[in-house]
């Protein structure tokens, strides 16, 4: 069956030092594959697209790895501060569908 | 910035009530989606339109239908609210890189 897995178990770290998230698939051929962020309450924001064909994507202090071969991509969170505690949820699109299928999302709480 | 706007935070409604949800966007996107979120299950998708007046299933289209007489406009309508339909209910347009802009929600108890 498909699956999208992340960690359901909150992520807990200290002020400063680098969060990754994993968000691992099976039985999937994803095009693209994005990263949201959720504060309780609030609708998804949107923070990176990777595509197939790229290994690595960096905006600011987010970076995102997609491996193919594996069926895996990680997200860190450099230099991690108290405002990025919140729910980060991954998200697969298809070829040149637009519709996405997510993840259930792994909550980050980061400690000052 | 890429504004989507929901017409309610926040609805109480009755069992058999109909009940309409409406998801207003600005930046002329073409793709728009309705999703329920909950505990445990996550975003599922209910249904999307890629086109005014065009709309097509997504998972659990069952108890709900939608209407898109306008590109901007997008609505989400309970034919008759049912007590495990309570949820929060999230509305999105898509850019044409792919990208889902999402609404603030509305959280939908039905008593």
């Known amino acids: 069956s498909q699956k999208i897995e992340q960690n359901s178990e909150a992520l807990n770290i200290q002020e400063g030092k680098t969060a990754t998230l994993t968000c691992n698939y099976t039985n999937y051929s994803p095009a693209y594959l994005q990263w949201y962020r959720q504060d309780p309450g609030r609708g998804p924001v949107f923070l990176l697209l990777?595509?197939?064909?790229?290994k690595e994507k960096r905006k600011e202090r987010l970076k995102v790895t997609f491996d193919t071969t594996l069926k895996q991509s990680l997200f860190h969170i450099t230099a991690s501060q108290p405002a990025d505690s919140a729910t980060y949820l991954c998200?697969?699109?298809?070829?040149?569908?637009?519709?996405?299928?997510f993840g259930s999302g792994t909550r980050l709480l980061v400690r000052p | 910035d890429v504004k989507v706007t929901q017409s309610s935070r926040y609805l109480v409604k009755r069992t058999g009530e109909k009940v309409f949800l409406e998801c207003v966007q600005d930046m002329d996107h073409e793709n728009m989606f309705w999703y329920r979120q909950d505990p445990g299950l996550g975003l599922r998708l209910i249904y999307f339109?890629?086109?005014?007046?065009?709309?097509e299933k997504g998972d659990i289209p069952e108890g709900y239908s939608v209407s898109r007489e306008k590109k901007e406009r997008f609505s989400l309508i309970l034919e008759s609210a049912s007590t495990n339909q309570t949820s929060m209910y999230l509305c999105?347009?898509?850019?044409?890189?792919?990208?889902?802009?999402f609404g603030p929600g509305t959280r939908l108890t039905v008593t």
């Open positions: 999105a347009s898509t850019s044409p890189s792919y990208e889902q802009y």
């Open positions: 998200a697969l699109t298809m070829d040149s569908s637009y519709k996405l299928i």
């Open positions: 339109s890629y086109d005014v007046k065009m709309k």
């Open positions: 990777i595509r197939e064909n790229e």
